[in-house]
């Protein structure tokens, strides 16, 4: 199975901030990750997928990057909305897996 | 707009079973691979099953396979759950997602889940 492992596990930011969270894949994904958002009590919301695309409605201060077996969620400006709990996923091999998730919480 | 409505969860003894349903609405049913994912209580997410458009082909992680089954109606725009011989283990919070694909599979719209609690 492919193991996903995100750093940190948690972290405050200040508004107005930029946030980054990483994302570490056992081996090579080819691009096949989706990064999601889940605030207390709500189901978890698709942010970015194929790495680097931005889903509909989702604000541009989001973005994603990587290649290979490492990538990135960047906020560019912490907004209070932001705070919740943010988990990558790999889509590519079968048992999909997600990473343990990153805490991110307002300064 | 996307709507998936889960329904059927609840507390259920150790060893017995439970169904779960997921009633889609907003899009074209038929035309997407669907899946359940799960969060136990505090913990990250678990894909859970995952069936093809037609219902033809299903996957499941080695936790499950062999004790849940997916399924589907297309004609009901409905999606289900079987879960069979359930453990404590599977005490979670059950979501149905609806599956997109673009290099990978990944989940586009999300239900706001179901509660499986397995205890005596």
């Known amino acids: 199975d492919i193991q996903m492992t995100q750093s940190p596990a948690s972290l405050s930011a200040s508004l107005g901030e930029t946030v980054t969270i990483q994302c570490r894949a056992s081996?090579?994904?080819?691009?096949?990750l989706a990064w999601y958002q889940q605030k207390p009590g709500k189901s978890p919301q698709l942010l970015i997928y194929g790495a680097s695309s931005l889903q509909d409605g989702v604000p541009s201060r989001f973005s994603g990057s990587g290649s290979g077996t490492q990538y990135s969620l960047k906020i560019s400006s912490m907004q209070t909305e932001d705070e919740g709990v943010y988990f990558c996923q790999q889509g590519l091999k079968y048992p999909w897996t997600f990473g343990g998730g990153t805490k991110l919480e307002l300064k | 707009e996307v709507q998936l409505v889960e329904s059927g969860g609840g507390l259920v003894q150790p060893g017995r079973s439970l169904k779960l349903s997921c009633a889609a609405s907003g899009f074209t049913f038929s035309n997407y691979y669907m899946a359940w994912v799960r969060q136990a209580p505090k913990k990250g997410l678990e894909w859970v099953a995952t069936i093809s458009t037609s219902g033809s082909r299903t996957y499941y992680p080695d936790s499950v396979k062999g004790r849940f089954t997916i399924s589907r109606d297309n004609a009901k725009s409905s999606l289900y759950l079987q879960m069979n011989s359930l453990k404590s283990e599977d005490t979670a919070t059950y979501y149905c997602?609806?599956?997109?694909?673009?290099?990978?599979?990944?989940?586009?719209?999300w239900g706001q889940g179901v509660m499986v609690t397995v205890s005596s």
């Open positions: 997602a609806r599956l997109n694909w673009e290099q990978h599979y990944y989940f586009d719209y």
């Open positions: 081996e090579d994904i080819y691009s096949g």
